[in-house]
């Protein structure tokens, strides 16, 4: 039998990979023009990291990792690690910062990533167990500026992108440890009569982590947290001021946004800042950016104590945005030449144009297999090729080449030895 990708998973085919570098290209340059630099954390991750990060009652953590087998040498008595491919960005960018000492530099520390993230999800549109995020993450400043900033990096790249105005900002304040441990007292005296028809996970969040209730899928646990008591209404005062102040700084740079009391995200850590950007046209799924706060992260993990915050967002989804918008890719990059070889002596001469040419940066290509000059020239227009270039005998006794521009159909006739040199000229 065949084997297939697993389900959930995607191969990007170069027919698209022109998509994934324009919005790659563009996210690294915003990043560049807010000083952002990037990091590149492993692949997969001790287990306990996103445990004592993520949260031990997340859907991340309960349902959805994929938890690598073990390798134990034989007769070591040592036990095995247990390591997880990464389902999201901020838990390894934080150990890195712990581990590389980057709080000993001058602070801020404001990064950037794009990687691959593994959830073992229901796949649907939008939703797969293998994807890729864009994020970033600010280190050490808990001013409110930072937290516009980090969201304003996100807008100004929709707004690169030409989707910005059809994109909602949706901010919200989580609060404080201390006063969502208040809060949620409140939250489980409001529940604690809906206690028995909550789905079994929310059971035992209802002891653990009732906010997590507010953020449940399961449509019974939705009804039942409807008109529940909100985080927003539960802050401390100097949450209060905090909101407040972001959203002012969002105002002094232009940046329209609705209040979402709802916004829980789907991680443990988040303190005040939670937002999330959404489309309206992507069906369900339709969040491509979340971020938010996480003041206590660092410390968590045995860090000393620095403040976050930072964003996740998704470059399926993204891309499923821009497709349904109808927003134009550029034309990935045209091959310069087709080199049409005809007869035993013209080949050699084409392997020695095309390889000059390639070394001076031109895209250059053959034929690779013996086809016929019809084929030859088919196969050409097939690879899109700017120009073609034909020798055959002839040429090569009058030391000419044919060059012909695949636009228009015009050839000329140039001089075989310094054919490499005039082609250059003819393209820059
Ligand atoms: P959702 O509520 O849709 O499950 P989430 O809160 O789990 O999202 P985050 O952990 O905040 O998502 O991840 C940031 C972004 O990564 C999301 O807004 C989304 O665009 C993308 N994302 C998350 N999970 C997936 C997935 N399984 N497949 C594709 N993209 C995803
Ligand atoms: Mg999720």
Same mark, same amino acid.
């Given at each position: 039998m065949k084997i297939q990708k697993p389900k959930g998973t995607d191969d990007i085919l170069p027919s698209s990979i022109g998509k994934w570098y324009y919005v790659e290209d563009m996210f690294k340059k915003v990043c560049e023009d807010f000083a952002y630099r990037e990091i590149r954390t492993p692949m997969f991750e001790s287990t306990d990291l996103f445990k004592r990060s993520v949260g031990d009652t997340t859907d991340i953590v309960q349902k959805e990792m994929f938890n690598l087998e073990q390798r134990v040498n034989p007769g070591s008595k040592k036990k095995p690690e247990s390591f997880s491919?990464?389902?999201?960005?901020t838990a390894p960018v934080v150990r890195a910062y712990i581990e590389n000492s980057l709080y000993a530099n001058p602070q801020p520390t404001k990064l950037f990533y794009i990687t691959p993230c593994f959830r073992y999800e229901q796949p649907q549109e939008g939703r797969k167990r293998a994807f890729h995020q864009f994020g970033v993450e600010v280190f050490s400043s808990s001013n409110t500026y930072t937290d516009a900033e980090v969201i304003s990096l996100a807008m100004e790249f929709f707004r690169r992108l030409g989707i910005d105005k059809y994109l909602e900002l949706r901010i919200n304040s989580v609060g404080t440890a201390e006063s969502r441990k208040l809060y949620s007292e409140k939250l489980r005296a409001f529940l604690q009569n809906d206690y028995e028809k909550l789905c079994d996970t929310c059971k035992d969040r209802f002891h653990?982590?009732?906010?997590?209730i507010i953020d449940c899928k399961n449509e019974k646990c939705q009804e039942i947290a409807n008109g529940a008591p909100l985080m927003i209404d539960n802050l401390s005062d100097e949450s209060q001021n905090n909101f407040e102040e972001l959203k002012k700084n969002l105002d002094l740079m232009g940046i329209t946004y609705t209040v979402d009391p709802y916004i829980v995200r789907g991680l443990d850590y988040y303190t005040d800042t939670a937002f999330e950007i959404v489309s309206?046209?992507?069906? *369900?799924?339709?969040?491509?950016c979340g971020g938010g706060r996480y003041n206590g992260l660092v410390e968590q993990l045995d860090g000393p104590l620095t403040p976050g915050i930072g964003f996740g967002l998704g470059i399926e989804r993204l891309i499923m945005v821009l497709e349904n918008l109808g927003i134009s890719f550029p034309e990935p990059k045209k091959l310069d030449l087709f080199v049409i070889s005809i007869g035993e002596k013209a080949d050699p001469v084409s392997t020695k144009i095309v390889h000059e040419l390639r070394t001076k940066g031109v895209s250059a290509d053959k034929d690779h297999l013996k086809r016929s000059i019809k084929a030859q020239f088919k196969y050409a227009d097939k690879l899109n090729s700017r120009f073609t270039a034909v020798i055959g005998d002839d040429e090569i006794t009058s030391n000419s080449i044919v060059l012909k521009d695949?636009?228009? *159909?015009t050839q000329e006739k140039l001089c075989l030895d310094t054919f490499t040199k005039d082609f250059f000229d003819i393209i820059k």
């Open positions: 491919l990464k389902p999201e960005g653990k982590n009732p906010i997590r309206n046209n992507i069906g *369900s799924q339709s969040t491509v695949m636009s228009n *159909s």
